[in-house]
């Protein structure tokens, strides 16, 4: 993602990637507000980067660039279990 903004063709991109058998407008309309939003996203690219690295915490965080204490906290904040 560039920068701190995250654009809309990135959120296209993203959605269109995952899973999902939404497109990107139904996604887009299951949340009003910008927040709940947000979360939803940042959760599911955390996981998938969490996947992408076999779990593997300092990689994801290195990867990531955030410290490793801060993605044990959105782990926790988001309930994310290893399956």
Known sequence: LSEDRISDDEVKTFVTNTQSKQNPTELFNRFDR??????????????????????????TAEVLDIQRSHLYNKIEKFELKRT
């Open 34 to 59: 910008f927040h709940d939003f947000k979360e939803f996203i940042e959760k599911k690219f955390i996981e998938h980067k969490l996947t992408n690295n076999n779990w593997n915490v300092s990689k």
